[in-house]
């Protein structure tokens, strides 16, 4: 079945689920709130062009990135005053009501010289209200001074130079608020993806000063207090130092975890992909193959790319042919 085919079919079905479930608050990610017209109504940045944000938003870094056709992204953390985030293990912490995730994605015109400027695609926007998350994208104007509620999925023309002086052209898929669902889904209800303890602990570079985000963060008065020792690390797959086996897993985690999980779109299948699930347990070495073809047409991620990510692909098929 074609990959085309096969999101018409999950798409079909998620739209059927929500319809069903539109009296369930966990479900309707409208039902406890209205997204406002404009970006620049939530007052996220002072200078909009050069996404410059204001001191109420924290800015955040992971060290895996989910892929997403070779965008960059900056991602923002705004949390009711008086408020932090409550730590409870590996995972997500617990968030206050009212918190608002802002993630921005954007590409360089010419990655020989960033400096040159950059090209703002869209924002997402993840803002819990009364216990439950609800997401929303916006797209950038021409003149990138504001972004536009976006009220379907859409198809945008990008383009840039890539590092060795090459043009870069492919459509770019801002995902409907469906789509959102589906890769966001746990059970039942919307969550969170990037801000776990794991992916939040590593080391990042704040005014000059090398430092663990969680201490920053801390410091900064977002995160309740709580010791970076007690967490794991979950790896940066392009670092070297980490084995093969620890990147490809990281990077598996991120881009597939979400929905190769229990109570994610694809819980139907056998594969787990979190990077806590053992070997074993994952059935990465049984189900190799049908991985990396999967990815080699594109067909995985189903949604949220629209070219295959070749170093991605390159690193998983090294690693689950090191398993023979």
Same mark, same amino acid.
Request: aromatic share 10%; with cysteine.
């Given at each position: 079945m074609s990959r085309l085919a096969v999101?018409?079919?999950?798409?079909?079905?998620?739209?059927?689920?929500?319809?069903?479930s539109c009296t369930d608050k966990?479900?309707?990610?409208?039902?406890?709130f209205i997204f406002k017209p404009r970006l620049s109504a939530y007052g996220i940045f002072s200078e909009h062009r050069n996404l410059i944000h204001h001191n109420r938003y924290y800015f955040y870094e992971i060290p895996t990135p989910l892929f997403s056709d070779y965008t960059w992204k900056q991602r923002l953390i705004m949390l009711p005053e008086g408020t932090r985030l409550e730590p409870e293990n590996n995972e997500l912490p617990r968030f206050p009501d009212s918190t608002i995730l802002v993630k921005s994605f954007f590409v360089y015109h010419d990655m020989r010289d960033t400096l040159r400027g950059k090209r703002i695609i869209e924002t997402r926007l993840l803002v819990k209200r009364d216990d439950v998350w609800n997401a929303a994208s916006y797209l950038w104007n021409d003149e990138q001074t504001d972004a536009i509620l976006a009220t379907a999925g859409v198809d945008l023309p990008v383009n840039w130079i890539d590092g060795n002086g090459k043009p870069v052209v492919l459509s770019y898929h801002v995902p409907s608020q469906i789509e959102c669902g589906m890769c966001h889904r746990s059970g039942e209800q919307l969550v969170p993806?990037?801000? &776990? %303890?794991r992916n939040l602990n590593m080391t990042v570079n704040r005014a000059g000063r090398t430092m663990n985000q969680l201490d920053h963060m801390q410091q900064a008065g977002v995160l309740a207090a709580?010791?970076?020792?007690?967490?794991?690390?979950?790896?940066?797959?392009?670092?070297?130092?980490?084995?093969?086996?620890?990147?490809?897993?990281?990077?598996?985690d991120v881009n597939c975890s979400h929905c190769h999980k229990d109570g994610g779109l694809a819980?139907?299948?056998?594969?787990?992909?979190?990077?806590?699930?053992?070997?074993?347990?994952? &059935? %990465?070495?049984?189900?190799k193959s049908s991985v990396i073809d999967q990815m080699s047409r594109g067909s995985m991620p189903l949604i949220g790319t629209t070219v295959v990510h070749q170093e991605g692909l390159d690193l998983v098929r090294e690693y689950l042919n090191s398993l023979d």
């Open positions: 999101t018409i079919f999950i798409l079909l079905t998620a739209c059927i689920g929500f319809i069903i966990d479900i309707d990610a409208s039902e406890t993806l990037g801000p &776990k %303890m709580t010791d970076p020792a007690g967490y794991t690390v979950t790896p940066d797959w392009t670092n070297l130092s980490f084995s093969l086996e620890q990147r490809a897993r990281a990077y598996l819980d139907g299948s056998s594969l787990r992909l979190a990077y806590d699930v053992s070997r074993d347990d994952s &059935k %990465m070495k049984k189900r």
